[in-house]
T-cell receptor, first 112, second 110 residues
């Protein structure tokens, strides 16, 4: 049972490049979310999904796109990377209401 | 909008002390509250989950309490050890995905 798997673990991008951060879970969880973690800011919600085909914006969605075509996968796309998107990104999954949330190990992204 | 505050932001204690970390939230309409541990450069490790109907949960030397009506939770660590040094994060689960506090950075000095 792998839990929540994020790839890649590290990435360096040039300003303006695009990329996709991958997230997959094998627990059949309905809910999946993307967070970014910055020093002094804590973890902030970017986008989330409550099921396949359903996504919504979180606190800091600008510059990011998501889609949820399957229950297992929830990729995060950076359309045109900016230095302000340098951060550590975490993916999480859970089932509704009273269950524990599980997190991936994170992707450390640097935009130069 | 749910807001989560953790006090103190940093704490340094000698080994063996018992300590309390505090978490407060503004909207009491939550399903559960979760405490996490994060080591430097690492991911989040779930420590305890308290359902909204529960008052406390225990795991080993850790005890978490929840007072939903007053919007407060505490994490009690007994007989602290240097290996407990980490950042502890509180997060509440309500009508939106988990909302996090900024964490308490704990240092346990041998």
């Amino acid at each position: 049972n792998a839990g929540v798997t994020q790839t890649p673990k590290f990435q360096v991008l040039k300003t303006g490049q695009s990329m996709t951060l991958q997230c997959a879970q094998d627990m059949n969880h309905e809910y999946m979310s993307w967070y970014r973690q910055d020093p002094g800011m804590g973890l902030r919600l970017i986008h989330y999904s409550v099921g396949a085909g359903i996504t919504d914006q979180g606190e800091v969605p600008n510059g990011y796109n998501v889609s949820r075509s399957t229950t297992e996968d929830f990729p995060l796309r950076l359309l045109s990377a900016a230095p302000s998107q340098t951060s550590v990104y975490f993916c999480a999954s859970s089932n509704p209401t009273n269950t524990e949330a599980f997190f991936g190990q994170g992707t450390r992204l640097t935009v130069v | 909008k749910q807001e989560v505050t953790q006090i103190p932001a940093a704490l340094s204690v000698p080994e063996g002390e018992n300590l309390v970390l505090n978490c407060s939230f503004t909207d009491s309409a939550i399903y559960n509250l979760q405490w996490f541990r994060q080591d430097p450069g690492k991911g989040l490790t779930s420590l305890l989950l308290i359902q909204s109907s529960q008052r406390e949960q225990t795991s080993g030397r850790l005890n978490a309490s929840l007072d939903k009506s007053s919007g407060r939770s505490t994490l009690y660590i007994a007989a602290s050890q240097p290996g407990d040094s980490a950042t502890y994060l509180c997060a509440v689960n309500g009508n939106t995905p988990l909302v996090f506090g900024k964490g308490t950075r704990l240092s346990v000095i041998a």
